[in-house]
């Protein structure tokens, strides 16, 4: 995850929710992209590291367990910087040019100047980043699974000039891939302001839900509504555990038995029982900033042992190697 700023529900349901269980199956590696980061924010360098901080936070307040799960900083285990290298040897640039995000982003984000190298070899330094711990499985949403594609790819032409030393990673899907945004059309997401964060309080989550966008058609309680492509009602299938009761308001909403305000209060109530325990964990946390430095320290030291060995066999295979 980069940390360019706070986390919010679509990080909950795309990414979290699914990295939580998966601690139990595998030998988990979550980090924070300080360098990804770098690649939009290079000219405001001020928040990222408050965001690392912040985020990991939110990470420990939805479950994940650095006591399970090896957690660290990119940019605290450099050895990524040198597989990063090695890999753009031998990868030609219009590989990446053609990944769809790289021109969607440079569209989306105008107002910065992205004709870096550096925002162009995101896929590969993210390609460094999971070859690096032999990962087999990526957990990712939609949004990610052409990079998985250039990732394996890149992989398969290094493994090409120099011997079967790198893991072709294939993705799993998350569940819920977009969670839209509070106007409903966009996905949820830092750029667009559209957010309710894992950090808002309770209040902060109610006077959101109550401004959120819903059937544009129904301008009366009285009047049929829809309940297909409504964000009221994908956050309810989403984050209500009350099946009931999301049935019964879908049931009346679509009789014209039932206004927003009801439907949007029972959501902000469950809203807020879902992200209570989250902030109560994360307010934990953040009380004790030295042990959470303490946990991204020693996950980086676990990451950077693993890494040095994947960067011995790299450099033997590439030749490149003094003894
Ligand atoms: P980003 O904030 O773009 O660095 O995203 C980090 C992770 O969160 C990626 O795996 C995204 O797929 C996931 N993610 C971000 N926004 C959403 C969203 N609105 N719905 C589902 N997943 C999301």
């Keep these: 995850m980069r940390p360019t700023g706070r986390l919010h529900l679509g990080h909950l349901v ?14 988990c590696f979550y980090f924070v992209a300080d360098w990804h980061a770098l690649t939009s924010e290079y000219a405001d360098t001020t928040r990222i590291t408050g965001n690392v901080y ?10 994940l367990d650095p006591e ?4 660290f900083v990119q940019s605290l285990v450099p050895e990524h910087a040198e597989l990063y290298l090695l890999l753009s040897m031998v990868i030609a640039v219009p590989w990446l040019e053609r990944v769809p995000t790289y021109k969607e982003q440079r569209e989306a984000l105008k107002d910065k100047d992205l004709s870096t190298i550096g925002f162009l070899g995101y896929p590969l330094l993210q390609t460094a980043d999971v070859a690096m711990y032999d990962a087999r499985f990526v957990p990712v949403g939609d949004d990610q ?6 990732a394996r790819e890149a992989v398969r032409r290094f493994n090409n000039f120099y011997g079967d030393v790198l893991v072709e990673p294939q993705p799993l899907l998350s569940s819920f891939p977009r969670l839209p945004g509070l106007e409903g059309d966009k996905k949820m997401s830092k750029s667009i302001g559209n957010t309710i964060h894992l950090s808002d309080t309770a209040d902060e989550v109610r006077k959101k839900v109550m401004s959120m966008y819903t059937d544009p058609k129904r301008v009366r ?7 297909e492509g409504n964000p009221v009602f994908t956050y309810h299938d989403a984050f209500n555990p009350n ?9 009346r909403y679509r009789a014209g ?4 305000v009801e439907v949007k209060r029972k959501l902000a109530d469950a809203l807020n029982a879902h992200l209570d325990p989250i902030r109560e964990r994360r307010a934990g946390v953040l009380a004790k900033p030295d042990r959470l430095k303490q946990i991204l320290f020693d996950g ?5 042992r693993v890494a040095e060995e994947t960067m011995t066999r790299v450099r033997d295979a590439v030749k490149i190697s003094y003894k």
């Design 145 to 150: 699974v052409a990079h998985l594609e250039l």
């Design 243 to 251: 099946t009931a009761e999301v049935d019964d308001l879908k049931a």
């Design 54 to 63: 912040d985020n990991v936070a939110d990470w420990i307040g939805a479950g």
């Design 14 to 27: 795309g990414a979290l929710g699914n990295w939580v269980p998966l601690q139990d199956k595998y030998d």
């Design 300 to 304: 980086s030291s676990r990451a950077r």
């Design 257 to 260: 038995k039932v206004g927003d």
């Design 221 to 227: 309680a009285d009047i049929p509504g829809t309940v």
């Design 68 to 71: 399970k799960s090896t957690f």
